[in-house]
């Protein structure tokens, strides 16, 4: 922990050295990047350093040294245009870039009026953005369309699952790609495909079909999640809870449901996620009753980025995180009950 | 399999049946429940998947619109030899055709015949509103009066491609060929030659996007699988956010970076590394499709690489150093072949994922970082051309299918896991 | 043993995490020649020790010496010791012949020599027609084989052994420990051997250090071990013990008066007591044990009462109860069948002052 604090100390102390600004001329101008390079060598140089045996020879550490700057950059690449979004929502200006005031911790450069227009509150809108209800359907939509076909997908998928992981069944393989080639397809063909069918069948710009679209894309990802957990689940807990009478859905409800929860809740997680995010399917025959969250941000993006789409994006990524952290807590509890790994 | 101890006697079980007899009976149950079971999510992926694909594969050779507009003129097509004008029974059979079929249809049909021969649309549908205050023949020479280019033999030549009802015109459209009216195959004229460099391209993206990932992803993979697991499950998060991340959010985040007043530009302005005139340009273009590609599918390679290199004992490194290698050596003999696997599944599904892109390309590509993905979405929304759409379509469904094959030969469809 | 060792360990200290020490002042002299096995419960520092030796942790302090060079800081790879791994660490990507190759080629042999080595390595573990096979293609003891033949292709003059035996069923385990031990003795190499089964450091070892907490609980022979443990971390771990608590009222030419409450003044060796006053661990191997003795043969008499017995052949094991402590075992010979014991009947038991040790508590 006290490894972390000190590395959070240099990235701070880095940021700051960064937004410093200097005189375009004179001798200054060029003291500034290159005490910046020296900070950023002399980090990796401590890091690398650190992780070598006393042995190591002079080339040695410049490789390791070259090895701890490309991961740096690798992570940073990552993350950073995500954190960036992050301050840059807070802006009280209409641009997406930073302004002196922000970079100036100016108070003035900041406020929470995206945020506003962003949740239907105009009184702070300018009159070029446009301000309306749209982010607050689009999430309403978003929610609906999400849980509906994550439902369907569980369900369905953890059906898959457990047939696909019992003995004896013929053309497994087969039929496990089968189940996973929503995944492996491309979203536009999937979508072309759909749209030509769905229009056959008047299914074009209904929520039904919307759903039905997004069951099949969420689907993979239960099967995949369910059936990783039942391969390490104990068949014999089946077969004991039949020996002991119970019947084959209260033996599945009491015994095997339990024990596969997390892997059914990663995969839900995975299906909802997918239809959250999903654009290319709901532009393709979305009606405008069916304006979800990333449709709104599809027409958003091509027309003109406001800030608010950055405010939309934060809480966006603040959302993942939260995913992300529930799917490998589940992902523990899954290992610690089934006594994989030690707490 | 059996040995030669084995009695002569076929085993039986206590109620006198065959063995073999009882344990296939109990075995076949087995596989029923296990059928049963999985019969619900088939079915439904059949209707809602499995269907709706094969449907694309009919619609990519389906050329039937052209027939059921012109079924008389096309029953007797064959009788003309094409090297001079056809006769009067040709013509009445086109006349009959035009003036008894519906108006929408006609519409549809001589949009589909113009794909082969311009000027066909504004012929017919010139024609089909003449042709109303004709009421007999002979039809040849009023045909020809009403508009000149009944008279042309190309016209007439050009329909003995459309004749069948299925083609693999689209297919070839999709590669900048076509065929002639007597089914030869031709390249497209030059201008309308786009389809092979959209092709090069998107292979080239890939292929680019997947060998930038594999470098980027191969020491990160290294750093976290090595690292004592408090450390790298906090470094895992730097790999994992942005792929639980919204693929806009993350292209917005990246028009923030690299537009031209973006942070990237800004900073390395305001650090006196670039004038304020000669920003650069990241986005809209080439270079913006391969920077925003690589980010977004990097996690797709850090995982499977790192799954593989976190199984890899330590002890193999150690006792390759033990025998006397360097470490560089150790790691070059000993650790690199052991995570080909991990390297195989992640190049392949990187490029899979790479070659089928759509979003990306369309928000942040500009005009030459366009891929074929959009140009399915653009003949399937804009320019209406569904044949070529759903051709282009079953074309990259076919590689991606292989693609698909190659995973599961190199990894196993079973061995995929998320997260 | 010979006036130069050939490892020395000299004041070595570990720590992980600049908090707790792994390893804490470490001093070990290892002779050429010798088996010398380190021995404790997970968590003691021996792996840490070996993996120090062999370059893969750096010692936090002090020296480790390996024929009088200083090794500290020299690379696993420059240090020519042989190493067995737990699990054996044999490369699957590669057959028997390619795996044992590996360290030859590393060093540019020729490939007759080479080849000539490898003949030789695998003739001495028995295995001579699986040269091309895969490892994955090998049993547990083929596996374990072709890793002592890869540690010992390069005739290192030093070999570790970390748990080499571990993954193998018991069986397997005790032919192995021979084997291993034989072919120490004919290629007279210096040996250092990890374990935690007491088993088979006795069965192997020239000497043992047993580790405890980070710290060598006692260096001896096997025998010395066993005999003349000199704590109670020692006599606990190595072999059964009986234990009875007391404290020390006398003491004279190395012998202790001990008060033990409900079995009076028990004479016995002193070993490690805190002198007069302080409580003392009595420690009495249960073979040692005289049921009846006959009256003043032995120093030492009380009574006990039967409270299991356990027939296994050779001997009765019996468990009684004696001054409050009821795990006491008395290893009956088979002999003594006439005086028979019964469940619930008292007894007298007798040993002697030197099979008795005062150790700490």
Redesign the interface.
Same mark, same amino acid.
């Given at each position: 922990m006290r490894a972390l604090g000190i590395i959070a100390l240099w990235v701070v102390g880095l940021f700051l050295l960064a937004i410093v600004p200097i005189p375009r001329e004179g001798l200054l101008a060029y003291v500034k990047p290159l005490l910046l390079l020296i900070a950023i060598v002399y980090s990796i140089y401590r890091i690398s350093n650190g992780m070598m045996p006393r042995y190591r020879s002079t080339g040695q550490l410049l490789w390791q040294m070259t090895y701890i700057g490309i991961c740096g950059f690798v992570l940073f690449f990552l993350v950073a245009p995500l954190i960036a979004v992050i301050p840059l929502s807070f802006t009280s200006k209409a641009f997406l870039n930073f302004t002196p005031e922000m970079l100036n911790f100016d108070p003035a450069g900041y406020s929470i009026r995206w945020y506003k227009i962003m949740v239907g509150d105009c009184s702070d809108a300018v009159v070029t953005t446009v301000c309306g209800d749209k982010w607050k359907i689009g999430a309403w939509n978003s929610l609906l369309i999400g849980l509906t076909a994550t439902f369907l997908a569980t369900v369905l998928g953890t059906l898959a699952a457990i047939g696909l992981t019992r003995p004896n069944v013929p053309g497994r393989k087969l039929i496990t790609a089968f189940m996973i080639s929503p995944l492996i397809v491309p979203l536009i063909i999937t979508a072309a495909s759909l749209f030509f069918f769905f229009a056959k069948v008047n299914l074009i710009a209904t929520f039904a079909g919307v759903v039905l679209a997004h069951t099949v894309l969420g689907l993979p990802f239960v099967v995949i999640t369910v059936t990783a957990t039942l391969s390490s689940f104990d068949h014999n807990l089946m077969r004991a809870a039949e020996s002991l009478g119970g019947g084959a859905w209260k033996n599945f409800r009491q015994v095997m449901l339990p024990l596969i929860m997390p892997g059914v809740i990663s995969g839900a997680l995975f299906a909802f996620i997918t239809s959250f995010d999903e654009v290319v399917i709901i532009i393709f025959m979305g009606g405008a009753d069916q304006l979800t969250l990333p449709k709104q941000m599809w027409s958003g993006i091509r027309q003109e980025i406001s800030p608010t789409i950055l405010a939309v994006a934060t809480i966006l990524v603040i959302l993942s995180v939260v995913m992300l952290t529930t799917v490998e807590l589940l992902r523990r509890r899954s290992e610690r009950i089934r006594g994989i790994s030690p707490a | 399999m059996s040995d030669a101890t084995a009695p002569n006697q076929p085993l039986m079980t206590s109620d006198g049946r065959l063995l073999k007899d009882a344990l296939q009976q109990s075995?076949r149950r087995? %596989?029923l429940?296990?059928?049963? =079971? /999985?019969s /619900?999510?088939?079915l439904?992926?059949v209707i809602?998947? +499995? $269907?709706?694909?094969f !449907?694309?594969l009919v %619609?990519s050779v389906d050329d039937n619109l052209i027939n059921e507009v012109l079924p008389r003129t096309f029953a007797i097509y064959e009788d003309w030899d094409g090297t001079e004008l056809p006769g009067e029974a040709h013509y009445e059979a086109m006349f009959l055709d035009l003036t008894g079929a519906e108006g929408i249809q006609i519409g549809k049909a001589s949009t589909r015949m113009n794909y082969d021969k311009s000027k066909w649309k504004s012929l017919i549908k010139k024609s089909a509103r003449k042709f109303k205050n004709i009421e007999s023949g002979p039809y040849k020479e009023v045909m020809i009066k009403t508009d000149k280019k009944w008279g042309d033999i190309t016209f007439w030549q050009s329909l003995g491609s459309m004749k069948d009802p299925y083609t693999f015109g689209y297919y070839l459209n999709a590669v900048d060929l076509r065929y002639n009216h007597d089914k030869s195959v031709t390249a497209q004229p030059e201008n309308r030659r786009i389809y092979k460099m959209l092709w090069g391209r998107t292979l080239l993206v890939s292929l680019i996007v997947t060998v930038l990932c594999l470098i #980027?992803?191969y020491?990160?993979s290294?750093?976290l699988a090595t690292l004592p697991l408090r450390y790298s499950n906090?470094?895992m998060?730097?790999? =994992? $956010?942005?792929?639980?991340?919204?693929?806009?959010?993350?292209?917005?985040?990246?028009? /923030? $970076?690299l537009?031209q !007043?973006?942070?990237v530009n800004?900073?390395l302005v305001?650090?006196?590394?670039l004038d304020d005139e000669n920003r650069l340009a990241m986005m809209y273009n080439f270079t913006g499709t391969i920077i925003v590609m690589t980010?977004i599918l990097?996690?797709f390679m850090i995982l499977p690489i790192y799954s593989v290199m976190r199984t890899i004992?330590p !002890?193999?490194m150690?006792?390759?150093?033990? #025998?006397?290698?360097?470490? +560089? #050596? +150790?790691f070059l %003999?000993?650790y690199m072949? =052991?995570t080909v696997p991990g390297v195989g599944a992640g190049v392949i599904l990187v490029f899979?994922?790479a070659?089928?892109?759509?979003?990306t390309p369309e #928000?942040v590509g500009g005009k030459d970082g366009q891929l074929i993905?959009n140009q399915?979405?653009y003949h399937? %929304?804009s320019s209406l051309n569904?044949g070529l759409?759903?051709a282009m379509?079953v074309m990259? =469904?076919a590689g991606?299918?292989i693609l698909?094959w190659c995973y599961?030969k190199i990894v196993g469809?079973?061995n995929?896991? $998320?997260? | 043993m010979s006036a130069q060792p050939a490892i020395r360990f000299d004041k070595v200290q570990k720590s992980y995490d600049g908090e707790v020490l792994v390893v804490k002042d470490l001093n070990l002299d290892i002779a050429k020649g010798e088996f010398l096995t380190m021995l404790g419960p997970s968590g003691s520092g021996k792996t840490t020790c070996l993996m120090m030796l062999a370059g893969f942790e750096t010692a936090t302090n002090g020296d480790i010496f390996l024929n009088d060079r200083r090794i500290n800081d020299v690379a696993p790879s420059k240090r020519g010791i042989g190493m067995v791994f737990q699990n054996y660490a044999l490369f699957p990507h590669m057959t028997v012949a390619e795996n044992l190759a590996f360290p030859l080629e590393v060093r540019k042999m020729s490939k007759s020599e080479t080849e000539s080595r490898i003949k030789r390595a695998l003739d001495m573990v028995e295995l001579s027609g699986f040269a091309s096979r895969r490892p994955l293609q090998l049993s547990g003891g083929q596996q374990q084989r072709v890793a002592v033949a890869r540690a010992l292709v390069l005739d290192h003059e030093v070999v570790l052994m970390d748990e080499p035996l571990g993954a193998l069923d018991k069986q397997l385990r005790e032919q192995m420990q021979y084997e291993i031990k034989h072919i120490h003795e004919n290629l007279g190499i210096t040996a250092v051997y990890v374990t935690h089964d007491q088993a088979e450091a006795l069965t192997m070892s020239d000497r043992i250090a047993v580790f405890d907490d980070g710290v060598i609980q006692q260096l001896s022979s096997p025998e010395d071990l066993y005999e003349r443990p000199e704590n109670s971390f020692v006599a606990q771990f190595i072999g059964e013990n009986n234990k009875l608590v007391g404290t020390v009222k006398a003491e004279s030419n190395g012998v202790s008066d001990v008060e033990v409450p409900g079995a009076g003044t028990v004479r016995a060796k002193t070993v490690n007591t805190q002198g007069i006053g302080g409580d003392t661990l009595l420690s009495i191997r249960p073979e040692r044990v005289h049921i009846n003795p006959e009256s003043g043969a032995l120093e030492n008499t009380m009574t006990g009462k039967v409270e299991e017995l356990i027939y296994l052949g050779d001997h009765i094991r019996t468990r009684m109860s004696v001054a409050g402590n009821d795990e006491f075992i008395v290893k009956v010979p088979n002999t003594q069948r006439q005086s028979m014991l019964k469940v619930g009947e008292s007894a007298t038991i007798g040993f002697q002052t030197e099979a008795c040790r005062a150790l700490d508590v």
């Open positions: - | 075995l087995s %596989k429940k296990a059928l049963g =079971l /999985i /619900i999510p088939f439904f992926l809602v998947f +499995a $269907m709706p694909v !449907n694309l %619609k #980027l992803a020491p990160v290294h750093l906090l470094l998060i730097c790999v =994992l $956010m942005p792929f639980w991340t919204s693929l806009l959010v993350r292209i917005v985040a990246w028009m /923030i $970076m537009q !007043n973006g942070v800004d900073a305001h650090n006196g590394l980010q990097l996690p004992s !002890n193999y150690k006792a390759a150093q033990n #025998l006397g290698a360097s470490p +560089a #050596l +150790a %003999k000993v072949p =052991l899979i994922v070659i089928g892109y759509y979003i #928000l993905g399915i979405a399937l %929304k569904w759409a759903s379509g990259l =469904l991606i299918l698909y599961d469809i079973d995929m896991r $998320m997260g | -």
